[in-house]
């Protein structure tokens, strides 16, 4: 493992800007964030990625997508069943609080994409300009299927009904913008681009050095709750992602990705969701616990991602790619 790259991860101003946060909520600092602040920052970074995106995705033929985007959903399909059946069989938790940490790892992390762009601008790596599209397809799909789990093998009745878990999802802010913004990029194209590119694309990383500020408030605030989630929930929520990078990183060159996009592919699949998913758990799983699902993803996941995750990552896509 190069721990200089770790090193390098941590001194950049994006990590220690969430390492800043956590570490004002562990000395019980007054610092916090107003809401209305950290859904602005929430709603750039969605705008910015989905622009970008789109503009870029207008420059590449269809043939160029496919293969990619279609891996894509059935790998981020497939990740909720085997994580739920692991979670089940292995971590001996019930079918409702199985179903909701398996919708939040099998979906994905917009803060973890923002921050695995951040990272490959850092060093100089290129990658595929419509990466954002899979970000945008690959939320929902896995809610979804984890949530159809868990109405399947659940006879309480306790499970929300889908047609409103639908609602929540496709009307969400997260998929709203992502989405539509893709579009309105993909609409646009270059010249579109240029237009809003002084405000949505030089800003990016000093935004989500903000956002990682509030992110670490709110992971801080989530670190009590790691004793009560037990050692299985916390290696799982670093062994996963490092199983689904790996995978992620097979796909990826299969599918004729560059080196950055199989970085971002497999970032992608580590990932677990701390926005799309917990309100779609709320909705649809009322029972399960969101000490179990917010701890995992947000406390362990997350920063194990953002921090060691994504050198390790790198490193391994250099090392796949270079043989």
């Known amino acids: 493992m190069d721990f200089q790259a770790i090193l390098s991860n941590l001194l950049s101003p994006m990590i220690l800007g969430f390492l800043l946060g956590v570490t004002a909520t562990l000395l019980k600092s007054d610092l916090k964030f107003p809401e209305e602040l950290y859904l602005s920052l929430t709603i750039y970074l969605l705008i910015a990625i989905g622009l970008k995106g789109g503009y870029k995705l207008s420059l590449v033929p269809f043939s160029a997508v496919y293969k990619p985007l279609g891996m894509a959903i059935l790998i981020g399909s497939l990740i909720p069943v085997?994580?739920?059946?692991?979670?089940?069989?292995?971590?001996?938790?019930?079918?409702?609080?199985?179903?909701?940490?398996?919708?939040?790892?099998?979906?994905?992390?917009?803060?973890?994409?923002?921050?695995?762009?951040?990272?490959?601008?850092?060093?100089?790596?290129?990658?595929?300009?419509?990466?954002?599209?899979?970000?945008?397809?690959?939320?929902?799909?896995?809610?979804?299927?984890?949530?159809?789990?868990?109405?399947?093998?659940?006879?309480?009745?306790?499970?929300?009904?889908?047609?409103?878990?639908?609602?929540?999802?496709?009307?969400?802010?997260?998929?709203?913008?992502?989405?539509?913004?893709?579009?309105?990029?993909?609409?646009?194209?270059?010249?579109?681009?240029?237009?809003?590119?002084?405000?949505?694309?030089?800003?990016?990383?000093?935004?989500?050095?903000?956002?990682?500020?509030?992110?670490?408030?709110?992971?801080?605030?989530?670190?009590?709750?790691?004793k009560r989630v037990g050692f299985f929930l916390i290696g799982f929520g670093i062994a996963m992602p490092i199983l689904h990078a790996v995978l992620g990183l097979i796909v990826a060159k299969w599918s004729g990705l560059s080196m950055g996009g199989a970085m971002i592919f497999a970032a992608l699949m580590a990932s677990a969701s701390y926005i799309a998913a917990p309100a779609a758990c709320r909705v649809a799983l009322p029972q399960a616990s969101p000490t179990y699902y917010l701890t995992a993803s947000l406390a362990v996941t997350f920063p194990f991602n953002i921090i060691f995750g994504l050198p390790i990552y790198y490193e391994l896509a250099e090392w796949l790619y270079n043989h």
């Not at 940490?101 to 290129?126: K, M, Q």
């Not at 309480?156 to 047609?163: Q, V």
């Not at 878990?165 to 913008?177: A, H, Y």
């Open 82 to 226: 085997w994580s739920f059946f692991i979670l089940r069989r292995l971590g001996k938790f019930d079918v409702p609080n199985a179903a909701a940490i398996a919708a939040h790892y099998g979906s994905v992390s917009a803060a973890t994409f923002s921050a695995t762009l951040a990272f490959l601008d850092e060093h100089e790596t290129s990658y595929e300009g419509f990466m954002p599209g899979l970000l945008a397809v690959l939320e929902v799909p896995a809610i979804l299927i984890a949530i159809f789990l868990a109405k399947s093998l659940d006879r309480s009745g306790k499970t929300g009904s889908l047609r409103e878990v639908m609602r929540e999802l496709l009307t969400s802010k997260s998929t709203i913008l992502l989405v539509g913004c893709l579009a309105i990029g993909l609409l646009a194209g270059k010249s579109g681009w240029e237009q809003v590119a002084p405000f949505f694309d030089a800003p990016f990383r000093g935004v989500l050095m903000l956002f990682l500020l509030e992110a670490g408030l709110v992971t801080g605030r989530r670190l009590s709750d790691l």
